[in-house]
């Protein structure tokens, strides 16, 4: 499984980060689902029983300018990541006045991370990288 994507308009990352900070107030984790031609993030609400309460589509062509996804196999052609959304806002605070925003799947120490890579631009004209791993659980192929 390979998942990579790039932002490099300031205006689409704050709305990217927007998306996560709301999603976040509503939920403590949820699933991240990526296809070759769109990314989910799906909200569960296990305090009715189960269910979907939230269910955001985001077209990869209007907000990564790199997009780049392979799933288990051509036939199954999608990743399940679920995420703590809490921790997702706390890597992505960096890149509210980022000019550059990476996100990667990595395996770091045997275990799956989000790697969310941040370049910002400070008054003194230089570059800084932020780079943070959020842990994730990737689902199992029978959970989809």
């Known amino acids: 499984m390979k998942f990579r994507a790039k932002l490099h308009n300031s205006s689409t990352i704050n ?3 927007k998306i996560i900070i ?3 107030k509503m939920a403590k984790s949820g699933v991240l689902r990526l296809t070759a031609d769109k990314l989910f993030l799906i909200l569960g609400d296990k305090s009715f029983g189960g269910g979907v309460s ?3 589509e985001l077209d990869p062509i209007r907000f990564f300018d ?3 996804m392979d799933g288990l196999s051509p036939l199954a052609n999608e990743i399940y990541i679920e995420i703590m959304f809490e921790e997702l806002v706390r890597a992505l605070k960096p890149a509210q006045a980022a000019q550059l925003l990476r996100l990667r799947l990595i395996k770091k120490h045997n275990s799956p991370c989000l790697s969310i890579d941040t370049e910002v631009i400070s008054s003194a004209m230089t570059e800084r990288q932020f780079t943070c791993d ?4 990737l689902l199992a ?3 989809w």
């Open 15 to 17: 709305k990217f980060t």
């Open 141 to 143: 192929h029978k959970h």
């Open 66 to 68: 790199d997009y780049i």
């Open 54 to 56: 939230l269910w955001i």
């Open 134 to 137: 959020i842990p994730i659980h």
């Open 22 to 24: 709301g999603i976040s």
